[in-house]
């Protein structure tokens, strides 16, 4: 009788443990993992790239290939570590198959490394644009539908140098792999049309008082380059500008990003004018942006312009749809797929069309732009020029590119 | 004991000179130091080495303007340690309530000082609410105490940024504070034989002022009023305070609405001078535990120090070694416990 008892309990035990995974494998849904920096100084940042994965989720009414998507959220704090746990808690508690993100620069190389332990899941950029997430080393399970750090600042050393006339510029940016990105995609094109960059300083991630910073900038340079984000932007510009700050700004893509542009404050004094490039322009007309900026519009909390975290994880979940949608949202076969149809996926965007190189980085349209005031008192970023299908290697030949070097805090240099 | 030293130490150093004497002079030599290196016009080696003079003496004013802040949270944080034993670990969650609560009341009536005022006193009815229904119940009992702060912080974090999401906000300094001004140290000199002087915001010499004058006002309260002197009998021995006849709890909870008032006051001061975001709590609470395990933990001068090393280490390591000058912090840390594991102004016990 005992026995028998004990048994029972044992099958009642047992059946409780396989019940959640037998839910798993309902043929009905299909789990995408989101990750996004839901906390830690990124967490505005984070919270707009939900935004963007949602309005394509939302534009496909919540089903591909007839089931239904199942949004499963981890949340990471911009630094390494953190995505990498929440993405492994992602894989292998949750068992999503295919994964949205990083956002931050590090994650992206982080989890990239970890996406190499994982071939049977599918993992698509969010908004993490290092250079070597996918160009030195890449993982072939890692794709990037969204552009990196030195493509978005296509155009603007050029700009800088020749339209505005800066020939000296020191640059101010945070110290990890996102901004040396930046200031090598700037610097690129500055350095070659015969600009100097006589002082650079690297600041950590997360850093208040930058006045020290700004004391240190020299104060013979034609205008100052900014690539710093979120909370850090915020700081660094109403400091720069209650410390009288003179010389004219270049802006990083996300330093006059909307996550940065609809903070309150002061610091919009010394923004208006702002040059930058990214891969998006508040004030771009072509329909397919505007109709992309009403379906973002109707998220909750949303900026008056789409960010270029909304955006890039908008791509990039918008890929992964159309890739499971070509499949029959059939990834039984550990992805395989899934990853071929991704490899050779080429779609039309908000901001024009985007393919992939054999890296999996994406080929896509960049855009020149300035800050401006419109009428009802927001800052936007004015659309200057469009650079077409700017590739991975800023339309150098791979090898000479290659040659440059890896981006790093020293390299390159012109002081 | 003076009576004691005096022959002594005339004893040791016969014809020569004492060793305070020596410290004396060394101090004397490193004032003289600081000062020409303040308000000499430097040569271009020094320059060359140390970027430009002004860079350094901002990173120095910074640096104590810093610490200013830091010491306005670190001795509310030590007081309430030193006298009930409690790592109160909610800590930075004060400190950032008390700026999203400044900046509340300071956008909404357009008065700066009523959102400074605002800080301190909604602050410091949290903090006796929370000593009274929270702590008290879980009294002599330091590691759950040390628990239950945290998981009030985790708690206090996600309410937070429930209520006033993930943006990053700036505290608008009114205008009599706002703008540079001019000091009496040379930067360089221009060809035309012009000379540069240094410019620095005025808001942030109104911070120091601000933290030097509470930091007289509570030494002046912990050593000339009968409260203070409940609080220091407290911090030596609780139980004899309380055999005494003297109600342990009313000074407890009076410790503890002046920590959290100090800590919801630096909230609305510091985001007013850097900016208030989520994350703000760690940061401060990592800073004031740096600062109280440097300076000493329940000691008030002890915090003052502490707060001046780590300020002037961060601006410094921020100019000069941007990539390590974290690690600046913790060496100093290091280095205190492997020396004074009491802290600098602590008392071994």
């Given at each position: 009788m005992k026995m028998h008892r004990r048994t029972l309990l044992a099958l009642a035990l047992a059946s409780g443990l396989t019940a959640p995974s037998l839910a798993l494998a309902a043929d009905d849904t299909i789990k995408i993992g989101l990750l996004a920096t839901f906390e830690g100084p990124f967490t505005v940042l984070g919270e707009d790239s939900e935004r963007g994965a949602m309005t394509a989720v939302e534009e496909v009414a919540g089903t591909v290939a007839g089931k239904k998507i199942e949004i499963v959220k981890g949340s990471s704090d911009a630094s390494p570590d953190s995505a990498v746990r929440a993405a492994r808690k992602l894989v292998e508690q949750d068992g999503v198959k295919v994964l949205i993100g990083p956002l931050s620069g590090d994650e992206g190389l982080a989890v990239k490394d970890y996406a190499k332990t994982q071939p049977t899941v599918t993992f698509l950029n969010g908004a993490s644009a290092a250079q070597d997430t996918t160009f030195r080393d890449p993982a072939p399970n890692f794709f990037r539908f969204g552009t990196d750090g030195a493509q978005w600042m296509a155009g603007l050393g050029t700009y800088a140098f020749k339209d505005k006339g800066y020939k000296n510029v020191a640059t101010v940016a945070e110290d990890y792999s996102f901004p040396y990105t930046q200031v090598f995609g700037f610097m690129a094109e500055f350095c070659k049309a015969g600009g100097h960059v006589p002082s650079k300083s690297w600041v950590p991630i997360g850093n208040?008082?930058?006045?020290?910073?700004?004391?240190a900038i020299p104060e013979n340079v034609d205008a100052i380059y900014v690539a710093l984000g979120g909370a850090d932007a915020v700081n660094f510009?109403?400091?720069?500008?209650?410390s009288g700050g003179a010389a004219p700004l270049i802006g990083g893509s996300i330093t006059v990003d909307q996550t940065v542009l609809t903070a309150k404050g002061k610091l919009r004094d010394v923004l208006v004018g702002t040059p930058s490039a990214g891969p998006t322009a508040d004030t771009n007309d072509t329909p397919s942006w505007t109709k992309f900026v009403e379906a973002y519009k109707k998220q909750p909390g949303a900026f008056p312009s789409p960010s270029l975290f909304a955006h890039a994880y908008y791509i990039n979940m918008k890929a992964a749809l159309l890739g499971l949608d070509k499949v029959g949202g059939d990834v039984s076969d550990g992805g395989a797929k899934l990853r071929e149809t991704l490899s050779s996926l080429s779609f039309e965007t908000p901001t024009g069309?985007?393919?992939?190189?054999k890296n999996r980085n994406a080929?896509?349209?960049i855009f020149l732009t300035e800050v401006t005031e419109n009428e009802d008192g927001t800052l936007l970023n004015k659309l200057i020029k469009v650079v077409p299908q700017v590739n991975q290697t800023l339309g150098i030949a791979e090898a000479d590119f290659t040659a440059l070097g890896a981006v790093s805090r020293d390299n390159p240099s012109c002081p | 004991m003076s009576i004691l030293d005096r022959p002594s130490s005339s004893g040791i150093s016969g014809g020569g000179v004492s060793r305070r004497q020596a410290w004396g002079l060394f101090w004397l030599l490193v004032a003289a130091l600081v000062a020409w290196l303040v308000f000499a016009v430097w040569p271009d080696w020094l320059n060359a080495i140390l970027i430009s003079k002004k860079a350094f003496v901002s990173a120095i004013l910074n640096g104590i303007t810093l610490a200013g802040l830091y010491f306005l949270v670190a001795s509310g944080f030590t007081l309430i340690f030193g006298l009930m034993r409690n790592v109160n670990l909610a800590h930075g969650s004060l400190y950032l309530l008390g700026a999203y609560i400044g900046y509340e009341v300071a956008s909404r009536t357009g008065y700066w000082l009523l959102g400074v005022a605002a800080g301190f006193i909604v602050l410091?009815?949290?903090?006796?609410?929370?000593?009274?229904?929270?702590?008290?119940?879980?009294?002599?009992?330091?590691?759950?105490?040390?628990?239950?702060?945290?998981?009030?912080?985790?708690?206090?974090?996600?309410?937070?940024?429930?209520v006033w999401a993930g943006g990053t906000y700036q505290i608008a300094v009114p205008e009599w504070l706002d703008g540079a001004?001019?000091?009496?140290?040379i930067t360089a000199v221009r060809s035309n034989g012009a000379s540069v002087f240094l410019t620095y915001p005025f808001y942030r010499i109104a911070v120091l002022a601000a933290a030097i004058v509470i930091g007289i006002g509570l030494w002046l309260m912990l050593n000339k009023t009968r409260v203070g002197m409940m609080i220091r009998a407290g911090v030596d021995d609780r139980a004899m305070l309380s055999a005494s006849g003297v109600n342990v709890h009313a000074v407890f909870a009076i410790v503890f609405a002046v920590g959290a008032g100090l800590a919801g006051f630096a909230g609305v001061v510091g985001g007013s001078a850097l900016s208030v975001a989520p994350g703000e709590d760690i940061r401060y609470l990592l800073a004031s535990l740096v600062v109280v395990i440097v300076g000493g933990m329940g000691s008030i001068s002890g915090a003052a120090i502490g707060a001046l090393l780590i300020g002037l280490a961060e601006q410094l390591g921020l100019v000069y070694f941007p990539t390590y000058g974290v690690v600046l912090t913790f060496i100093i840390m290091v280095v205190t416990l492997a020396i004074r594991p009491q802290g600098i102004m602590g008392k071994s016990r």
């Open positions: 208040k008082d930058f006045s020290s910073v700004i004391a510009l109403t400091q720069y500008q209650q069309k985007v393919s992939l190189d080929i896509a349209d | 410091a009815a949290i903090g006796v609410v929370m000593q009274v229904v929270v702590f008290r119940r879980l009294e002599g009992d330091d590691l759950r105490q040390t628990l239950v702060s945290i998981g009030i912080s985790i708690v206090a974090a996600d309410l937070m940024l429930a001004v001019t000091l009496p140290v």
